[in-house]
Structure formats: C-alpha cells, structure tokens
C-alpha cells in the first residue's frame, strides 16, 4: 500500500511538472465557469469622519484615536465569480467592517446635532458593508494566463452612531443631556475601474494582482477611491485552493443633501487567507 501511494505522488508530480514545461496548460482555479472564495483577515483602519447641519464647522474625528474604534481587527470576506464565456465574467464581493468602542473621551466631539461632553464616556458604533459588484473582459488567449480590464461598482454602507452625554449644538450654555444617541449613514455607490492580472506559475500555484480607481463628483456627491490587492493561490484539488494575500482600500466621500455635510475618509489594510472552490 505504501509503495503504491508513493507511486501515485510520483506520477502527480510528474504529471505537474510536465505541465510545467509546456507554453501553456489549464488549471481549474482559472478556467472553471464558477469560483466561490471565503476569507478571514487581519485589517489595521485609519477612519475619519465628519457630519453637521450646513453652517456649522462639523470637524472631522479621527474614530480611532479620539473614539477607541480599534486600530486592528478582523475582518470577514466572501466572493463569487461567474465566468460565462472565455472572455467575460461577473463577480460579487462582500466585506464585512463593523466595530464598536466605548471611551471616555479628552475634549467635546462636534456629531450631527449635538456637543458630546468632554470627559463624558461616548460609545460609538461604526457598521460598514461593502458590496463590489465587478465585470471582467480577459483579453488572454492563454489557459494559464487571466488579464484584462475590469468596471465596476463598489458601494459602501456606512453608519456611524455616537451615544453619551450631550447637548444641542446649537445652544449656548444648555444641560448636558444623558443617553443621546445621533446617528448618521450613507450610501455611497461608487463606479470603478480597473485591472487583473492572474498568472499560473504552475499547475497548482497561481499568482493574482488587481487594482481598481475612480475619483468622481456628481451633483451635491464626491467620491474617490483606490483599491488593490495581490495574493498567491495554492490548488490542492482540481475544485479546491488555499491562499494568502494582502490588499487595500483607500475611499473618501462627501455629500452635501437637503441641510446636513457627511464625510467619511476610510483607509483599510490587510493580512489574510482564504480558500476557493472552483467548479
């Protein structure tokens, strides 16, 4: 039984290794109609944001430092990729951000309506969701090789919720209030474009590098972003990989509607891995 076993590991390599040499050879991972990725990932934030009644300065906060949003989490990721022909492909990512804090901050904090007192313990909730909803066109007549353009939609919702003890911005000497909680959130649909490039280095190991970028205004609505992300990917079946990977997202956006600013700046880094399924 062992001399059979280390026959068959034998011919599997030998079989990889003459694929190897070829120009060019298939593997599953890149040219399966349906791939489906699930990952986990170490995030270090650096957020800000911003929201007031038109008039008023409505200063930016930097959440980490001055609300105790944590610097490093972990974070959560799934994506699907239909291929429906040689050349095209849809894909869908989404990403889940959300964190929590409660601190008792140094000076006041300007949010929506109110002054939140300083010294005074605020607890702020942040939910963000990312939805990237992408269409490829690969341009490779190579079974090894995906590259191409890409155009998408990357859309972020954004809540961010401060709750303590406040009073009306607008009001001079008024009572600290307890228990306010003002919230605000955004939708905020962002088109973008890009490239892909994903190379086997073999059969069983493939490399991946994209990048996306858009900086756009519209009406009373700015937006920039800029996302990258480069990993590497391990085949360990024809239908199932593991891989690592780092990447990131850069957003700023701004809306000016009815009477109120909201801004957010939202930069995002991250360490992780994932497995895929590929059929």
Do not use: C
């Amino acid at each position: 039984a062992m001399i059979s076993a280390v026959s068959i590991a034998a011919g599997v390599q030998a079989s990889d290794e003459e694929q190897q040499g070829r120009p060019d050879f298939a593997t599953s991972t890149l040219t399966s109609a349906w791939q489906i990725t699930l990952g986990g990932n170490l995030t270090a934030f650096n957020t800000a944001a911003a929201w007031a009644p038109k008039g008023l300065a409505g200063a930016a906060i930097d959440l980490e430092d001055v609300l105790g949003l944590d610097e490093r989490t972990s974070t959560f990721a799934v994506a699907v990729q239909y291929r429906f022909n040689r050349r095209h492909s849809l894909g869908l990512d989404v990403t889940e951000l959300g964190r929590t804090a409660t601190r008792s901050i140094n000076g006041e904090v300007e949010w929506g309506d109110y002054i939140f007192r300083g010294e005074g313990t605020v607890t702020t909730d942040l939910t963000t969701r990312i939805f990237k909803l992408t269409w490829r066109y690969d341009f490779s007549d190579m079974d090894r090789l995906n590259a191409g353009f890409l155009l998408g939609l990357s859309t972020f919702d954004i809540g961010l919720t401060l709750s303590g003890e406040a009073r009306l911005e607008t009001s001079s000497g008024g009572q600290w209030v307890e228990g306010v909680g003002e919230g605000a959130s955004a939708v905020a649909p962002v088109p973008v474009v890009g490239f892909f490039l994903d190379y086997a280095l073999s059969p069983r190991w493939v490399l991946r590098f994209g990048a996306d970028v858009i900086d756009l205004s519209i009406s009373t609505y700015r937006g920039r972003v800029l996302e990258t992300d480069f990993s590497f990917e391990y085949a360990v079946t024809e239908w199932f990989g593991v891989g690592a990977g780092i990447g990131g997202t850069d957003l700023e956006f701004r809306s000016e509607e009815d009477d109120e600013t909201f801004a957010v700046r939202y930069r995002f880094n991250y360490l992780g891995a994932y497995a895929s399924f590929s059929f």
